[in-house]
């Protein structure tokens, strides 16, 4: 079982950018997982999906309220997975969590746009986003 580390979070100002980075050690691959994603939340809130991509193609989905401002991509070194973020608002505040699956059904559901906390088993500890003035 691989583990996974985010980093990149910080506090920015609206219309500021930030790019999350999901790093994956141990004796494992991205290759052993079909799906990858990323999540969020906010105090008193439920896990937000945010973003997610097929391990084989590179196929995204994004949450309506994130699309054209996020982008989820393989990283430099391969063994990282990126998350682009653009034009930050204040809504955008929350611990963000990145995410993997070795099942054909989560992939399934991260491309047709209806992927949920409960479909991944693999997990970070998250990485904080504070948007402000």
């Known amino acids: 079982q691989g583990r996974l580390v985010e980093s990149g979070g910080g506090s920015v100002q609206p219309g500021g950018s930030l790019k999350l980075s999901c790093a994956l050690s141990?004796?494992?691959?991205?290759?052993?997982?079909?799906?990858i994603g990323w999540f969020r939340q906010a105090p008193g809130k439920e896990r937000e999906a945010v973003a997610c991509i097929s391990t084989a193609d590179d196929s995204s989905h994004y949450a309506d309220s994130v699309k054209d401002r996020f982008t989820i991509t393989r990283g430099h070194p391969a063994n990282t997975m990126s998350l682009q973020i653009d034009n930050l608002i204040p809504e955008d505040s929350a611990l963000y969590y990145c995410?993997?699956?070795?099942?054909?059904?989560?992939?399934?559901?991260?491309?047709?746009?209806?992927?949920?906390?409960?479909?991944?088993?693999?997990w970070g500890q998250g990485t904080q986003v504070t948007v402000s003035s």
């Open positions: 995410a993997a699956d070795r099942g054909l059904a989560t992939l399934a559901r991260c491309l047709a746009g209806a992927f949920a906390a409960q479909d991944f088993g693999s």
């Open positions: 141990g004796p494992t691959g991205w290759n052993d997982y079909y799906a």
